[in-house]
């Protein structure tokens, strides 16, 4: 199995849970890791790949609902709750708040592995998204402040000499800043440094030049 | 020469005369008057009309003469006009021719002037001659004396005891003031009375008589002699009489000082403090008794100890207990009457607060005389001096065993209540079963899918394929053994429908939630209809109906802050046919007072939602009816009937 190979937690408290789950996924080729407890998942350090949560919702001590609530950080994997109860207002609850699926025991392979499947499917695309703004995040770090200064007027189309204008400064040291803004963000088209910059969340000018 | 005869010259010519020589009668007359000046006694002769004949050196040093008073009148000079009747007395002597005596007080000095007649040769009474003797040492000695008697007689008036002085014959001689105030006498009655007569004859003792005669003889004091004597002024009185011999150098009288003392105050007072004594003793023995008692009889078993730990007092109760007496406990040492079991934590717990001073607690199990052992909690408190250092160890054995015994029949009938609440009703069967056996059975589907994953892969995963297999097995059978427990658990309770007081069941119910009643501090008030028939119905589940509604009651009230937590329980019987129990909280209410019975519903964040569904499901199988009444802020009334057993009715 290559290392990105996407692996999937498993907190319930009953032994034979784990056991079963542990088994049947391992026979789906992907890598699992099984927890007694949301304290023993909490103090485990996690690999840095594609994952999900297979996460009980009765759990002794910190119940599924609280865990679920403790991981609302960005790179939290994905939950799928099991419950041995058809406990309707705990399903909308633990769905309302972003769980990928929720099984009651006892749930079929195809339901399982289904849910497994999207929650990776889903971390992946969160993680490639989660890279993508960091290398951005990188690229905009390189900029100088004259030049973050600038980048707002080049996305929003203003030619260069309305810019110069408006920040007192000339035309070609615009010309100069938009050059270095294109090679640092290492955006081959304008349209390419607009969608960046959206990523990057820049906000538009609140007072734009005449 | 003068005219006048002066006796000198009379003498004188006397002298003359009888020798028949001048010459010889002159130097007789200057050696006579060469002695007169010579002799320190001062001489005055006096004529008859008074007048002074002649005084010698003595007379002119002394009184102060000089010689022009030769001739003057006795009255004209000074020391002798100081007496008054002399010219008179002067007459009587040359009248008679006797002489008589006269004191004198001059300037400083004192004297005793003799007047005597003066005769001439012709044995003619001429005047008087008068002789100052001088007596001023004498009569300063007297007036010391007299001094010295006064102030002795005033020292003797202070003394606060009686004192007299008796003659060799008994006979009272003189007393103090302190004497005579005592005995109501007076000096006079008393003089010489003999001692034997005063005060009635009381004195009138053989021994006393006896001692004063030997005393008298023999001189060394004896004992004193204590009489009891009623006095006019004080009353019955007690006095001690002592006699001692007094004499006097150069006196052959011997006298007798008699001392009285009154002790009747301190005869008193000892016989008071005699007294208190006696009954602070008698106090003291009583209070030892009850305290002894006190300890034999109370119902508990007391024992002390040494500062060392070692036993050395046990109260007759422990001894009764054991049926042992002290000498047995010594000899076979404490341990031996323990629970084998409590023996070594005993020892040393014991062994820990003997060392270290600290108070002992402990439940050990006793030995009673018939071989049960009893459960008992063991106190042991260390008593200290002012230094702080344990003196001795006391300690008490509290029998526990009933109410062990009493608290494993509520954790019992806890644990019944629970099993009930597990077995009421077919619901909650179903969600028994639910939550038993759906573990397992997830775990059984689970492995089902991976054991024909792992024989479906290329090559097939054998060994895992077996493994789930035999997961399914175990896991299987685990889920046909929580089925048979259950049936198990539902065959343990079967319905028992009997006669039952709904009041009596209520204050169970109460008794057993009493601790969470406290904890949660909520107040109950119960208004129970003493006419309450009885109904027919499992005790069990009855309790289990009220149990859960009471629960219900107090956690609605657990938001409730801002108001008084209040659960109020009242039955009645308002319709002859059936007996009516309601139960109201001032929670927060429902929303829904039907949908509440449903199981699975619930508003609590930790609740199964099978509490009211029970109750129905009870109240169901009895016949009865239950309903809950909910209004805005006023909480929520719970309110159940149960039809009354009809032969039980008048």
Redesign the interface.
């Known amino acids: 199995m290559n290392p990105d190979s996407p692996i999937v937690f498993v907190v319930d408290d009953d032994f034979r849970v784990r056991e079963s789950l542990c088994s049947l996924i391992t026979s789906r080729g992907l890598h699992v890791a099984v927890f007694g407890s949301a304290a023993e998942f909490l103090e485990c350090e996690k690999p840095d790949k594609p994952a999900c949560l297979i996460l009980d919702l009765q759990l002794p001590g910190t119940s599924g609902l609280e865990l679920q609530h403790q991981l609302t950080n960005g790179d939290a994997p994905p939950i799928v709750f099991i419950s041995g109860h058809g406990d309707i207002p705990s399903s909308v609850r633990a769905m309302k708040a972003g769980a990928i699926e929720f099984l009651s025991k006892p749930f079929s392979e195809q339901e399982l592995m289904h849910a497994i499947d999207n929650a990776i499917t889903i971390d992946r695309i969160a993680r490639q998204k989660r890279t993508e703004l960091a290398e951005l995040q990188r690229h905009y770090g390189l900029l100088t402040p004259r030049e973050r200064e600038v980048l707002p007027f080049v996305v929003e189309g203003y030619a260069n000499k309305v810019t110069a204008a408006d920040l007192g400064i000339s035309e070609i040291t615009i010309g100069v800043h938009r050059g270095q803004i294109m090679r640092k963000m290492a955006a081959k088209s304008l349209a390419e440094l607009v969608r960046m910059a959206d990523k990057l969340g820049i906000h538009r000018l609140t007072n734009p030049p005449k | 020469m003068t005219t006048q005869r002066d006796p000198v010259n009379s003498a004188r010519t006397g002298l003359e005369r009888a020798n028949g020589s001048d010459a010889a009668t002159n130097v007789a007359a200057s050696e006579l008057i060469n002695i007169l000046d010579a002799v320190e006694v001062p001489v005055i002769v006096l004529r008859r009309d008074s007048t002074i004949s002649y005084f010698n050196k003595a007379g002119a040093d002394v009184l102060g003469l000089s010689p022009s008073d030769t001739g003057r009148a006795s009255r004209d000079i000074p020391v002798l006009a100081a007496m008054p009747d002399l010219e008179k007395q002067c007459s009587d002597v040359i009248a008679a021719g006797a002489e008589s005596r006269v004191n004198l007080h001059h300037g400083e000095k004192w004297f005793i002037v003799r007047i005597s007649p003066h005769t001439n040769v012709d044995l003619k009474v001429t005047g008087t001659v008068l002789t100052f003797t001088n007596v001023t040492a004498f009569h300063a000695s007297i007036n010391q004396a007299i001094h010295e008697r006064e102030f002795t007689k005033a020292i003797l008036n202070t003394v606060a005891d009686p004192l007299i002085v008796l003659s060799a014959d008994h006979r009272i001689q003189t007393g103090n003031y302190a004497f005579y105030t005592m005995f109501g006498v007076s000096r006079d009655e008393t003089q010489g009375l003999p001692l034997w007569e005063l005060g009635n004859g009381v004195l009138e003792l053989a021994p006393f008589r006896a001692h004063l005669k030997e005393m008298l003889a023999v001189g060394p004091a004896r004992q004193p002699v204590e009489v009891d004597n009623v006095f006019t002024v004080k009353g019955l009185r007690t006095l001690v009489v002592d006699a001692h011999p007094l004499s006097f150098p150069g006196h052959s009288e011997r006298r007798i000082l008699v001392t009285f003392r009154d002790v009747t105050e301190r005869k008193q007072a000892e016989a008071g403090l005699r007294e208190l004594n006696e009954s602070l003793e008698k106090q003291v023995r009583i209070r030892t008794e009850e305290l002894s008692s006190i300890i034999e009889t109370i119902p508990g078993l007391v024992w002390c100890a040494a500062p060392d730990g070692e036993l050395n007092y046990l109260n007759r109760r422990i001894l009764e207990y054991t049926a042992t007496n002290a000498d047995d406990w010594a000899r076979l040492g404490w341990t031996c009457f323990l629970h084998p079991d409590d023996v070594e934590p005993t020892v040393r717990a014991w062994s820990n607060a003997v060392a270290t001073g600290q108070p002992y607690d402990n439940q050990i199990r006793l030995r009673r005389s018939d071989g049960v052992y009893r459960w008992f909690s063991v106190h042991g408190q260390a008593a200290r001096d002012i230094d702080d250092r344990v003196t001795r160890w006391y300690g008490l054995f509290i029998d526990i065993c009933d109410r062990k015994t009493a608290e494993e029949a509520l954790r019992n009938s806890q644990t019944q209540l629970s099993r009930a609440t597990r077995t009421a009703t077919v619901g909650e069967f179903a969600a028994a079963i ?2 038993e056996i ?10 089902g ?2 054991c ?3 024989l479906s ?1 290329q090559p097939p ?1 054998l060994a ?1 394929a077996q ?2 297999a035999e ?1 399914i097995v175990r ?1 299987g059978t685990e889920a046909g053994e929580v089925v048979r427990r259950i049936r198990a658990l539902f065959k343990h309770a079967p319905l028992e429908k009997i006669e039952l007081d709904l009041n009596e069941v209520i204050a169970e119910v109460l008794h057993l939630l009493s601790g969470e009643i406290a904890k949660r501090r909520v107040g109950v008030e119960t208004e129970l209809a003493d006419d309450l028939p009885t109904v027919i119905g499992d005790r069990v589940q009855l309790q289990q109906l009220v149990f859960n509604l009471l629960l219900n009651g107090i956690e609605a009230m657990d938001p409730i802050l801002d108001r008084p937590k209040k659960l109020s329980i009242r039955t009645t019987h308002e319709n002859p046919e059936t007996a009516l129990v309601k139960i109201q909280d001032t929670g927060v209410g429902l929303e829904d007072s039907e949908k509440v019975f449903e199981a ?1 519903f619930t508003t609590k964040g930790n609740g199964m939602g099978m509490g009211l569904a029970i109750c129905r499901s009870i109240i169901d199988a009895h016949h009865g009816r239950l309903w809950a009444a909910s209004a805005e802020g006023s909480g929520t009334t719970f309110s159940f009937t149960l039809p009354v057993e009809t032969s039980a009715r008048p």
């Open positions: 639910a939550h759906n573990q397992p059975l997830a775990a059984v589907v689970t492995n899918h991976a024909l994953r792992w892969t995963g895992k493994e789930a997961r896991d699975f």
